[in-house]
């Protein structure tokens, strides 16, 4: 069987090297975000249609209502076209949006201006490691870290930012059918279990939040089931040949045809407040920190 380095590793005193296994998979050439400078391009040619993908309100509101009230200040890392950041804006007293793709910002603040709540939000032009903003009372990052090398420091500087606490949303390790193809001819990698690492990392500083598990459901759209396929799979010679596989997902309609799928995603929530009762838990059963 050969090794796979994405998997963490144990080191010598017993832990597994989170941080290091987190690190092979970002770093991989087969990760296409990678590069900055790919991730923004990638965002330019989707930015537009990002959110006519998704299915439903977001995920993690109930994780996000348990925090956050009327009174709060919201750091939100890597807001895109501010699907979260609109519902922050209505529930926070001060909004404040991180994002570095120029593309993903416009539309985050076309769509703020839209919704009449651009002026309840501060637009942070940077990437999070290079950010320099004030502690907030929550910090949310959903599907934010991806890009991040360096995701122990990332972590780090959430927990020093975040004064009451934190909700974190990412994958729980499942592909998208259409991507599955390339994975299983090892064009590109497996999915993660993000939520994992996390857990992992956070357990190592005596952090130790809670995990639950919804389900999210994307779509895409097309005049045709050929320009659907093409768009689901632009670097191959043959799109087309996809469609069987892809049969269970795909749907004819009126105005052309659309690719739906669902999956789980892992919410994970914070309370600084609970942080006492949650160690005097660990000694009660014998966990070290």
């Given at each position: 069987m050969s090794e796979d380095s994405s998997l963490p590793t144990v080191a010598p005193g017993g832990s597994l090297e989170f941080a290091d296994a987190w690190r092979a998979v970002v770093t991989d050439d087969r990760n296409r975000w990678s590069d900055p400078e790919d991730d923004y391009a990638f965002w330019d040619d989707h930015a537009a249609d990002y959110e006519a993908r998704f299915v439903g309100d977001p995920e993690g509101l109930a994780a996000i209502d348990a925090l956050v009230d009327g009174t709060d200040s919201v750091l939100e890392i890597g807001p895109g076209t501010g699907r979260y950041t609109r519902e922050l804006a209505r529930r926070a007293a001060r909004v404040t949006a991180v994002e570095d793709a120029p593309a993903m910002r416009r539309e985050?603040?076309?769509n703020?201006?839209?919704a009449g709540l651009r002026e309840s939000v501060t637009v942070v032009p940077t990437a999070w490691e290079d950010a320099d903003v004030d502690p907030h009372d929550v910090v949310l990052a959903a599907w934010?870290?991806?890009r991040q090398a360096d995701v122990e420091a990332a972590l780090e500087t959430l927990l020093e930012t975040a004064r009451k606490g934190f909700v974190l949303i990412d994958t729980p390790g499942c592909l998208p059918p259409h991507r599955r193809?390339?994975?299983?001819?090892g064009d590109a990698l497996a999915m993660p279990p993000r939520?994992?690492?996390?857990?992992?990392?956070f357990a190592d500083r005596g952090v130790y939040p809670e995990v639950r598990f919804e389900s999210k459901t994307r779509q895409q759209r097309a005049p045709?089931?050929?320009a659907l396929l093409e768009t689901l799979f632009p670097d191959r010679e043959e799109p087309t040949a996809y469609a069987d596989a892809l049969a269970p997902w795909l749907e004819e309609s009126e105005d052309g045809w659309r690719y739906r799928y669902?999956?789980?995603?892992?919410v994970i929530s914070w309370e600084r407040d609970r942080v006492a009762g949650s160690l005097a838990a660990a000694?009660?059963?014998g966990c070290s920190r």
């Open positions: 985050l603040v076309s703020l201006e839209r934010s870290f991806y193809p390339a994975v299983a001819a939520h994992a690492y996390y857990c992992g990392l045709t089931r050929e669902t999956l789980p995603v892992a000694d009660a059963v």
